[in-house]
């Protein structure tokens, strides 16, 4: 697999700068099933090529993804180690990850810079041949040249393959450029070769802002992009779409804002109003609140624990820890642990936050969580919130006696919520508040709750 990148914009050596690579040197970068080396065939004022060649390793390959198809052999004969798949984006995100993202160390203006580009991309699979690979990137603006292969020429009956040798060119600043690649490669092949999960869906918001929403195969984009996976493509086309502009009598009221991430937005503010430089997120899940928190420096140290270790891989994968600067990575951290048990990490806290936690808990054990964490970690301020069982009949679908999810172990009314946060708070010598989540029925209340506990 073979991603070159050419420009002839004087100093054309300035590729290097963006791409943070010296053209003088050879490097690599290792992935979860080869390597990346990136190195330069040319670097002169006037005219500069970077290649980033992939080189996977087939039993690499097999041992990190095994058999699941009904082709006993796929493991063994496809053709992963040879195209440009979604194994080149996650080359480009890991190799040029500073370029992608718009940093530039010594020449910063040069980010937001148009400049003239020329891409070729070796051997790159498209899943409804040219015509689909030209509505992928034409309504970019791209020049498109491609270059196809008959399957085998001894048999031309057969036809041509669905393999390419693909040249674009376009005059763009090259963050736009990679950032585009990183999500039409996969497109085109209409595979990935990891675990796709609602994480994917802030890559193509990150990824797709300013392009993606304009496109007019955004909808076929965001459903390849997210390997056809209905309830992931919905929610995303949600988010694209939601500020499309509709034919008057098609008009409707500008979408809500999702009530998680009201809770999210609700707790990060009361976390600014209480003036709290340091905060532990006890149940961080994929790390949503812990990114809404790193945003502000007033936070100095965030940690974030869970019982799931592989919710804290997508966390640190969102929050692109191994990628952050020193200073900002020193005030991150992720821990794997259980509520249920004391833990000298939780100590020390101006803030202890449990957004969406308690329920997840079978109530014999919640006495235990209680002790952990208004005991033995005793934060000055604990945020909690759960979702309220009394709006539940708002909801159509939720038939009499159900949960809002299927691991809830409980969901409390208003008045149950109060009467353990009172209790809870006199054990401890705390003083509580409460405040409702949400769009408020003068009946039912809010969809949440919140309890704001002080000592």
């Known amino acids: 697999m073979l991603l070159t990148i050419t420009t002839k914009r004087y100093p054309a050596t300035d590729l290097g700068y963006l791409l943070h690579k010296h053209p003088a040197k050879v490097q690599t970068v ?21 290649a980033l060649l992939l080189d996977i390793d087939p039993v690499r390959l097999v041992r990190r993804n095994g058999s699941g198809s009904d082709f006993a052999l796929e493991q063994y004969v496809n053709d992963r180690p040879y195209v440009a798949s979604s194994f080149m984006s996650a080359a480009i995100a890991q190799a040029y990850s500073s370029a992608m993202n718009g940093r530039c160390k010594d020449k ?39 270059q196809s292969y008959q399957l085998d020429e001894q048999y031309p009956e057969w036809g041509q393959s669905r393999y390419f040798n693909v040249t674009l060119r376009h005059t763009l600043p090259l963050k736009t450029i990679l950032s585009q690649l990183y999500i039409l490669i996969p497109v085109c092949d209409n595979d990935k070769h990891y675990f796709v999960g609602g994480h994917e869906i802030e890559k ?19 459903r390849r992009y997210l390997r056809n996976i209905a309830p992931l493509a919905k929610e995303a086309l949600g988010m694209i779409m939601k500020d499309e502009i509709l034919p008057a009598e098609e008009k409707q009221p500008k979408e809500k ?28 899940g994929e790390g949503k609140l812990l990114r809404l928190l790193m945003e502000k420096p007033v936070f100095k140290k965030v940690l974030g624990m869970d019982v799931s270790y592989h919710s804290l891989e997508i966390a640190s994968d969102k ?31 101006d803030a202890g936050v449990l957004v969406e936690v308690i329920e997840h808990l079978d109530l014999p054990r919640l006495a235990a969580l209680e002790k952990v964490v208004f005991e033995y970690a005793r934060p000055r301020h604990v945020l909690i919130t759960t979702v309220n069982a009394e709006y539940n009949v708002k909801y159509e679908t939720l038939g009499s006696g159900s949960f809002r999810h299927s691991d809830h172990r409980f969901e409390w009314t208003r008045a ?24 408020t029925d003068e009946i039912l209340g809010g969809p949440g709750q919140l309890a704001i506990f002080k000592r």
């Open 30 to 50: 290792e992935l979860t099933a080869g390597s990346a080396h990136i190195f330069y065939p040319e670097a002169t004022d006037n005219s500069c090529t970077a």
């Open 108 to 146: 910063p203006h040069l980010t937001d810079e148009a400049i003239p580009f020329e891409i070729n991309l070796a051997v790159l699979p498209v899943k409804g041949g040219e015509p689909l690979l030209r509505q992928f990137f034409e309504p970019l603006g791209y020049e498109v040249k491609v």
């Open 204 to 222: 193509l918001m990150e990824k797709g802002q300013g392009w993606l929403d304009t496109h007019p195969l955004k909808e076929l984009i965001t």
């Open 257 to 284: 804002v999702r009530l998680h991430d009201l809770r999210l937005q609700t707790v990060r503010d009361i976390l600014l109003e209480l003036n709290v430089s340091t905060v532990a997120d006890m149940g961080c």
């Open 319 to 349: 929050l692109k820890i191994e990628r952050l600067p020193e200073m900002q990575r020193a005030r991150i951290q992720l821990v794997q642990g259980s509520l249920t048990y004391r833990d000298k990490r939780l100590s020390g806290f």
């Open 416 to 439: 149950e919520f109060e009467d353990w946060g009172n209790r809870v708070a006199e054990q401890f010598g705390y003083i509580v508040s409460y405040r409702p989540l949400g769009e």
